[in-house]
């Protein structure tokens, strides 16, 4: 019947992500403080602080893995740390010139009787 908006709290617990220069182990402790003051119980917050991981894959993997609590979450994570290169999806500048360099060879190739090509 009345609309209840999410309290400020709450919306500042599911938006804490781990940061690039923080520890696992100071992320998972600060999400836990704040966890505390909203309505959770203990079986969910594995999975919220899985979710405030940034890494897709590292994300995926603790999701396979089957961490269903916050201690076995801190020994699997305990080595690991976020990487600082992004993946763009596209090619490095090396590449990209290797293409354009052969790109340039097949325009300036010209086709002999024979089938070959011959570059200029």
Same mark, same amino acid.
């Given at each position: 019947?009345?609309?209840?908006r999410p309290s400020k709290m709450c919306? @500042?617990?599911?938006?804490?992500?781990?940061?690039?220069?923080?520890?696992?182990?100071?992320?998972?402790?600060?999400?836990?403080?704040?966890?505390?003051?909203?309505?959770?119980?203990?079986?969910?917050?594995?999975?919220?602080?899985?979710?405030?991981?940034?890494?897709?894959?590292?994300?995926?993997?603790?999701?396979?893995?089957?961490?269903?609590?916050?201690?076995?979450?801190?020994?699997?994570?305990?080595?690991?740390?976020?990487?600082?290169? @992004?993946?763009?999806?596209?090619?490095?500048?090396?590449?990209?010139?290797?293409?354009?360099?052969?790109? @340039?060879?097949?325009?300036?190739?010209?086709?002999?009787?024979?089938g070959r090509y011959r570059f200029a």
């Open positions: 019947m009345f609309h209840h919306k @500042k617990f599911e938006e804490r992500k781990w940061k690039r220069e923080e520890t696992f182990n100071n992320y998972v402790h600060e999400k836990v403080i704040l966890g505390n003051r909203v309505p959770i119980d203990d079986d969910e917050i594995s999975e919220y602080i899985i979710d405030g991981i940034p890494d897709p894959i590292l994300r995926d993997q603790a999701r396979v893995s089957g961490h269903k609590t916050k201690t076995s979450l801190l020994e699997a994570f305990q080595r690991v740390t976020l990487q600082n290169k @992004k993946f763009s999806g596209t090619r490095s500048n090396e590449s990209k010139e290797k293409v354009s360099n052969l790109d @340039k060879r097949r325009i300036r190739a010209k086709r002999m009787d024979n």
